[in-house]
């Protein structure tokens, strides 16, 4: 559950970071926190729930994507852009934004585990 550390934390922010120039997000759905339930930032009645940008950006402070070891403290993500679709990586508890091509491309070369956020482009 985020504490008084996580006040400052901005998924958004994240998000805006990730995204390449002049992307454009579509719709995002959030899963449970952790994987687990509990009474967090997003409302019980938006998980699962196709949200647009502006539905979802007030539900997204206090909280990041990007998160250290040990148990992932952030909330599993479909994110669909113009481009590409993005979706939480962890590993360990470790997590931050990965991405695949949106539609079927020979551009983007596919990585183990989504290892890279932004795929190499031939």
């Known amino acids: 559950m985020p504490d008084q550390e996580d006040?400052?934390?901005?998924?958004?922010a994240d998000l805006q970071a990730a995204l390449e120039n002049?992307?454009?997000?579509e719709a995002l759905v959030f899963g449970e926190w952790g994987g687990y339930r509990?009474?967090?930032p997003i409302p019980k009645n938006k998980i699962g729930k196709v949200?647009?940008?502006?539905?979802a950006r007030p539900?997204?402070?206090g909280w990041s994507f990007d998160g250290g070891f040990g148990c992932a403290h952030t909330y599993p993500v479909h994110i669909w852009t113009d481009r590409r679709v993005l979706f939480v990586h962890e590993y360990d508890g470790s997590s931050c934004l990965h991405a695949v091509p949106r539609f079927p491309t020979s551009d983007a070369l596919p990585e183990m585990s989504g290892s890279d956020p932004n795929p190499r482009r031939f």
């Open 7 to 12: 006040a400052e934390k901005d998924a958004f």
């Open 22 to 25: 002049g992307e454009k997000v």
């Open 38 to 40: 509990y009474d967090g």
């Open 51 to 55: 949200l647009t940008l502006r539905q």
């Open 59 to 61: 539900l997204m402070r």
